[in-house]
């Protein structure tokens, strides 16, 4: 029997097909990628701007303007202030406002009362009005909206309890009554205002709505002259009238497409 001891060689030719195909797939993928990187250029809306849409959006659209420069303001401030120590007491730019009139009502504490007396007749009055309009007019979403507001005041003032200011000067006209301790972050007072002028101007009762507005505006400057508040309580407290505002709006819409689809 004969053996064929015969070597075969190698197939270069296949080898070198495969190691081409390879290379060919590499370069494919590069390019596919880089046509993706430049397709993806061509066609982002930035790359179609001109001189005129920058035009157009500082002239009809100026408040994102003066946001972003203010974006960019807060960001130079921000990265370059001092911080305040541990040991010294917060800065707050609304008492240094209002310094002239903590004196003043520090002086007269006749006066503190007197004023402490007519917020908490403003306070009645936001109330009296969310109560008629779920009561009286059958309107729900002003009182959800305070609902929100104050729960979710007291789950944020327990979790941060900010100290009391030092200058503080507390009355027992004071809403709450009695001189009792209470959540400065955030305001409610404030809040419950604002939802009360928004349901205002739905319904428009305009002349009411700035009535509220401007004694809204009286409110701040006091509470930050008693020091009975920060600032920043004060200003969340807006936010958080409008927020509250319009989620119960979303809220009481919901519930009636959820009812008339039943």
């Known amino acids: 029997m004969t053996v064929n001891l015969q070597h075969r060689k190698p197939n270069n030719n296949k080898s070198e097909s495969n190691s081409n195909n390879q290379m060919k797939n590499v370069t494919t993928k590069n390019n596919n990628k880089g046509g993706g990187v430049k397709e993806l250029l061509e066609t982002a809306s930035f790359m179609k ?45 609304g008492f240094i406002v209002t310094r002239s009139l903590n004196r003043l009502l520090s002086l007269s504490p006749f006066l503190n009362t007197l004023c402490a007396a007519l917020n908490t007749v403003f306070v009645g009055m936001q109330t009296t009005y969310i109560l008629w309009v779920f009561l009286v007019e059958g309107r729900a979403r002003p009182g959800l909206a305070a609902l929100f507001s104050f729960t979710c005041r007291g789950i944020l003032g327990y979790s941060t309890q900010l100290p009391l200011p030092q200058e503080f000067l507390g009355s027992g006209a004071d809403f709450p009554v009695g001189n009792v301790s209470f959540f400065l972050f955030y305001s409610g007072h404030v ?10 101007r739905r319904m428009q009762r305009k002349k009411l709505a700035w009535t509220f507005d401007i004694l ?3 409110q701040v400057v006091r509470l930050l002259g008693t020091r009975g508040h920060y600032t920043i309580d004060l200003g969340v407290g807006i936010g958080a009238g409008m927020l509250f505002d319009s989620l119960a709006g979303k809220y009481v819409e919901s519930r009636k497409l959820s009812v008339s689809s039943r």
């Open 49 to 93: 701007w001109g001189y005129a849409d920058i035009v157009g959006v500082i002239k009809y659209h100026p408040i994102p303007c003066v946001f972003v420069i203010s974006l960019l303001f807060f960001m130079c401030v921000e990265y370059t202030l001092f911080m305040v120590p541990s040991s010294s007491p917060p800065f707050d730019i």
């Open 191 to 200: 809040a419950s205002a604002v939802i009360a002028s928004l349901d205002m």
């Open 216 to 218: 809204n505006v009286l």
